[in-house]
């Protein structure tokens, strides 16, 4: 039976028709009666007497609009398919149901046991009170006498305190609240709020907790059960959740629960049962059930009904809901200007149905490949090293920085067998006052809190394994500072705790490890993240914050900035290039290239220097010095003009980005050459920020804001938050398009292991100075994908520059394009033309060479108008490689072009021997008037013409 059936059937009882000026009335003096009796009450037990005006000063207001809000709610968050992800644990598990969706025999259970003259009063209940009163004079202490309106006014505004204004206040806000809500509204919200043990606040997520079924089916003998657990949750709980270690032979374990990643023991708890047995009993007196129904539900099997909900068992990380929630507090304290606790107070505790842009599937499959991280990417298994890690290590095993500073210990010693930590005699003194005297590097002191030295290991897959140690906090101004290892701690300290230390008999000092987490699991190094986003949309697909994906790992994706080395180039450098003057054949000198200090600067990644070269050619293969160059000619301010269009530089807060300005910091900052042109920012770059930057070249120049989801929703239903992004040009369309082929050339020439093979895909690696980090950003027609690879302490180096980051993006790209369609890039628009240049100096080429000679691709009107005449042509004996004569057999004549241009390697040149072979019947002695070899010295490479004037014809379908 509904709760209208219900209140049909109480309408029997309770009737209101009375005029609303004589109820008025009636309600003022049964008020006044009541707090009456309260008074005498506490005058009585010899308790102060209070001012009832004060008290009612001090209570809080009845706003019946907000009785919803004040209620903790569990807030959830969909995948872009609505599946639930993530429900997002907080103090108060609850689920919100109206009345009519909860059973009769459910709200009679609690109105027989809590307040069964429910229906005859008006929030207090003057019986009750006597009984109350009655219980204190001769008991001796205030308690019982609370009617459900005045359990919900104290869960709601009060304190729990056992103190008379307590009692006064709870008493006139139940007024207030029934007067308010009527007697409909206070049941709901009760039923809504009421603790009821194992997290659960409301008999749905009670329901759900206990048997896994919503609480419109629950039977009377359940319905009982909970309202049984009302007057103490931790005593009449159906089961206790133990620690596996702590089940006992004689328990009855019903199931394993997930709280939080970790798995608990259901242990059934047998007291509930009288106290069922009693909401029973009440439910028969009061005539709510008949003695067949309360003879059923007596003998139901209470054991076999309880069915504990397993918890989320969570099918992907933390790492995607955990930028879901960042990003949804950022935009609610956007709009509706709350602070920032208010807007994570909203959504732990709102009700909220966050809907986010997660593809399930992808993000499940990319963590599948992190798991399996060593196989796919065919780490060597075994060597003198971890697999990929280039060390330094001191003669105790200890990894050292290049300045022979230990980085991390090895595990032997810096703990004992108990894993105490260890400080070697000499680190540390014990003065005449007990007072511990510490100078050692194995410990550092930040005002009052304590850390200790992270250790290493190797494990079985010849992986790098780091070990931290967690902090301890000493009571305030119980430490005397001399610098971060040089400290002493005052005697008074270990009155509190006598085991903190002891003195071994070696002479070390064995800090005990009761004070200090430490951390046996460890985390795998190399580490490495990923953000994979649909570039026309700017919706986050998929995020991988690190290679752990249980429990709450860092996530490395969003959270922590890495310099991004050549990947910048694009973005930094040749896109502002592109806008202003430069072309894809714009010819850049790699030449030595000094500093301010005069310092040869900087280096390439090959040794030496590859003269002339185009700005497509500085861009697939990466020259620095180049990048260097082009970054002075185009401006520091034109640089972080396009950063700022790319989501890289926030201008609007400067202190939200990680782009450090001259403003921010005069002596350190990334406004300089080596910043802007090779990556090295001071603080770094996230890969979420790297993938949206690009993602804004795979959308045709338009930047769209990276978001991970498309709209929020409240309790009721309605649309609280939508995801406004920001978007705004980049740069043209036709630019982009060049951008876009020339960045498909680094996956062929320079990153293969990026490729895909049907499907275009176009990218930059990445790689710091001393391959500290590695990484490769790129796109197909489908997704942007950021992959980074790198140890999480940056003094840690990879032992070769094989692109990794390259080889796992095109694991990945493969996975999450393996049900797509085979797929190229957009052709090239009507302003869009293709020439035939040089290669080396991007000038016009006559048709007939085919010497360094590509099409390339221009804007209209920006091609190049000159020939290059850096080229010679000549006429070649094939038979030895020599200058032809006339008497060099026809047959045996050939035509080749030669490269004279500044830069040329002998190898390139033209031979400038005649050759002496004739005929076969002929010797003599060759003359040159036949060869038209011209010996006019090369001019500069852009001034030069070709003595073919012919143009040649536009080709839009030759990409070379």
């Given at each position: 039976m509904s709760y209208s059936e219900n209140k049909k059937e109480n309408s029997k009882i309770v009737t209101e028709k009375k005029k609303f000026n004589i109820f008025k009335i009636i309600f003022k003096a049964l008020n006044i009666t009541i707090l009456s009796i309260l008074m005498i009450g506490t005058a009585i037990t010899g308790m102060m007497a209070i001012s009832f005006i004060d008290v009612i000063k001090e209570t809080p207001v009845v706003d019946a609009s907000r009785m919803n809000e004040l209620m903790i709610q569990s807030s959830v968050i969909l995948d872009k398919d609505d599946n639930l992800v993530e429900k997002i644990e907080n103090l108060e598990n609850r689920t919100l149901v109206s009345l009519s969706d909860m059973p009769k025999h459910l709200i009679d259970a609690f109105i027989s046991t809590e307040d069964e003259r429910f229906y005859s009063h008006k929030g207090v209940d003057p019986i009750g009170i006597g009984k109350s009163f009655i219980d204190t004079v001769f008991g001796g202490r205030l308690r019982g006498g609370s009617t459900i309106a005045q359990q919900l006014a104290r869960n709601m505004y009060l304190s729990s305190e056992q103190k008379i204004e307590r009692k006064l206040k709870e008493a006139y806000l139940a007024l207030k609240i029934t007067d308010s809500i009527k007697r409909e509204g206070v049941l709901e919200a009760y039923l809504n709020r009421v603790f009821l043990g194992q997290h659960s606040y409301g008999v749905q997520a009670a329901s759900q907790g206990y048997f896994s079924k919503d609480v419109k089916d629950l039977t009377i003998a359940e319905s009982a059960l909970l309202a049984a657990i009302v007057q103490s949750p931790s005593n009449f709980s159906l089961y206790k959740t133990l620690k596996p270690e702590n089940v006992t032979e004689d328990s009855i374990v019903i199931s394993d629960v997930n709280l939080s990643g970790q798995v608990y023991k259901a242990v059934y708890n047998p007291k509930v049962l009288d106290r069922q047995k009693y909401v029973l009993k009440k439910m028969l007196e009061l005539k709510k059930i008949s003695q067949a129904q309360y003879d059923e539900a007596v003998n139901e099997d209470v054991l076999s009904a309880i069915k504990p909900n397993l918890g989320i068992e969570r099918e992907v990380s933390t790492y995607f809901t955990e930028l879901v929630k960042s990003q949804v507090a950022d935009k609610l304290v956007e709009k509706y200007h709350y602070s920032k606790d208010e807007a994570w107070n909203k959504i732990y505790n709102g009700g909220l149905t966050i809907h986010s842009t997660m593809d399930q599937t992808i993000q499940k499959n990319i963590e599948n490949i992190y798991e399996n991280f060593s196989n796919v990417m065919?780490?060597?298994?075994?060597?003198?090293?971890?697999?990929?890690?280039?060390?330094?290590?001191?003669?105790?095993?200890?990894?050292?920085?290049?300045?022979?500073?230990?980085?991390?210990?090895?595990?032997?010693?810096?703990?004992?067998?108990?894993?105490?930590?260890?400080?070697?005699?000499?680190?540390?003194?014990?003065?005449?006052?007990?007072?511990?005297?510490?100078?050692?590097?194995?410990?550092?002191?930040?005002?009052?809190?304590?850390?200790?030295?992270?250790?290493?290991?190797?494990?079985?897959?010849?992986?790098?394994?780091?070990?931290?140690?967690?902090?301890?906090?000493?009571?305030?101004?119980?430490?005397?500072?001399?610098?971060?290892?040089?400290?002493?701690?005052?005697?008074?300290?270990?009155?509190?705790?006598?085991?903190?230390?002891?003195?071994?008999?070696?002479?070390?000092?064995?800090?005990?490890?009761?004070?200090?987490?430490?951390?046996?699991?460890?985390?795998?190094?190399?580490?490495?993240?990923?953000?994979?986003?649909?570039?026309?949309?700017?919706?986050?697909?998929?995020?991988?914050?690190?290679?752990?994906?249980?429990?709450?790992?860092?996530?490395?994706?969003?959270?922590?900035p890495r310099q991004p080395g050549s990947t910048i180039k694009p973005l930094a450098?040749?896109?502002?290039?592109?806008?202003?003057?430069?072309?894809?054949?714009?010819?850049?000198?790699?030449?030595?290239?000094?500093?301010?200090?005069?310092?040869?600067?900087?280096?390439?990644?090959?040794?030496?220097?590859?003269?002339?070269?185009?700005?497509?050619?500085?861009?697939?293969?990466?020259?620095?010095?180049?990048?260097?160059?082009?970054?002075?000619?185009?401006?520091?301010?034109?640089?972080?003009?396009?950063?700022?269009?790319?989501?890289?530089?926030?201008?609007?807060?400067?202190?939200?980005?990680?782009?450090?300005?001259?403003?921010?910091?005069?002596?350190?900052?990334?406004?300089?050459?080596?910043?802007?042109?090779?990556?090295?920012?001071?603080?770094?770059?996230?890969?979420?920020?790297?993938?949206?930057?690009?993602?804004?070249?795979?959308?045709?120049?338009?930047?769209?804001?990276?978001?991970?989801?498309?709209?929020?929703?409240?309790?009721?239903?309605?649309?609280?938050?939508?995801?406004?992004?920001?978007?705004?040009?980049?740069?043209?369309?036709?630019?982009?398009?060049?951008?876009?082929?020339?960045l498909s050339d680094v996956p062929k020439i320079s990153a293969p292991t990026a490729k895909h093979p049907t499907i275009d895909v176009a990218g930059k690696t990445g790689t710091t100075e001393e391959v500290q980090d590695s990484w490769f950003v790129g796109f197909s027609p489908y997704y942007t994908m950021g992959v980074w690879i790198g140890f999480d302490n940056a003094t840690l180096k990879l032992n070769e520059n094989n692109n990794q980051a390259a080889t796992l993006w095109g694991i990945i790209n493969k996975e999450i394009l393996k049900d797509k369609e085979p797929k190229k890039f957009d052709g090239p628009n009507e302003n869009i033309i293709q020439r035939l240049v040089s290669s080396r100096s991007g000038l016009l080429i006559n048709g007939s060479s085919k010497v360094n000679a590509v099409y390339e691709y221009f804007v209209k009107g920006t091609e190049p108008k000159e020939y290059d005449n850096s080229y010679e042509t000549v006429l070649i004996d094939s038979r030895n490689g020599k200058l032809a004569t006339n008497l060099t057999p026809e047959k045996y004549i050939i035509e080749k072009t030669f490269y004279v241009g500044p830069g040329a390697k002998d190898s390139e040149k033209p031979p400038t021997e005649l050759s002496e072979l004739g005929d076969d019947e002929k010797t003599t002695k060759p003359e040159d008037d036949k060869n038209k070899k011209t010996t006019t010295k090369p001019e500069d490479n852009k001034n030069k013409k070709t003595e073919d004037k012919t143009k040649p014809k536009d080709d839009k379908n030759n990409n070379n």
């Open positions: 065919n780490m060597p298994k075994w060597g003198s090293t971890p697999a990929y890690v280039s060390w330094q290590r001191d003669n105790y095993g200890n990894i050292v920085n290049d300045k022979k500073n230990i980085v991390f210990y090895t595990k032997n010693n810096l703990l004992s067998s108990e894993n105490e930590i260890i400080i070697p005699k000499g680190e540390f003194s014990i003065n005449e006052d007990k007072s511990l005297k510490i100078n050692s590097n194995r410990l550092y002191v930040y005002e009052n809190v304590i850390s200790v030295a992270s250790y290493y290991t190797v494990n079985e897959n010849n992986n790098l394994v780091t070990h931290g140690i967690g902090n301890f906090e000493i009571p305030e101004n119980s430490v005397k500072v001399e610098n971060a290892n040089s400290f002493e701690i005052n005697s008074s300290v270990f009155n509190d705790y006598k085991d903190f230390y002891k003195v071994g008999d070696d002479g070390n000092l064995y800090l005990s490890s009761k004070y200090f987490q430490i951390d046996e699991v460890g985390t795998l190094q190399p580490q490495s993240s990923c953000v994979v986003m649909d570039h026309h949309t700017g919706k986050i697909v998929a995020i991988v914050g690190g290679r752990e994906t249980k429990g709450n790992p860092l996530n490395r994706a969003y959270r922590v450098v040749y896109t502002p290039a592109l806008d202003n003057g430069y072309t894809a054949a714009t010819a850049i000198e790699d030449a030595p290239h000094y500093n301010e200090k005069h310092e040869l600067w900087p280096k390439n990644w090959y040794n030496g220097y590859r003269g002339w070269q185009t700005l497509r050619y500085s861009i697939v293969h990466s020259i620095n010095v180049n990048s260097v160059k082009t970054l002075k000619e185009v401006g520091i301010e034109k640089s972080k003009e396009y950063l700022a269009r790319f989501g890289i530089i926030n201008k609007n807060n400067e202190l939200s980005d990680t782009f450090v300005t001259r403003s921010e910091s005069i002596d350190v900052n990334d406004e300089t050459l080596a910043s802007l042109a090779l990556g090295a920012f001071t603080r770094g770059v996230t890969n979420l920020n790297m993938t949206g930057a690009f993602s804004a070249i795979a959308n045709s120049g338009t930047y769209i804001e990276p978001i991970s989801f498309t709209k929020v929703t409240d309790s009721t239903g309605k649309v609280v938050l939508e995801a406004e992004q920001r978007e705004n040009k980049v740069t043209s369309v036709e630019n982009t398009f060049i951008m876009t082929n020339i």
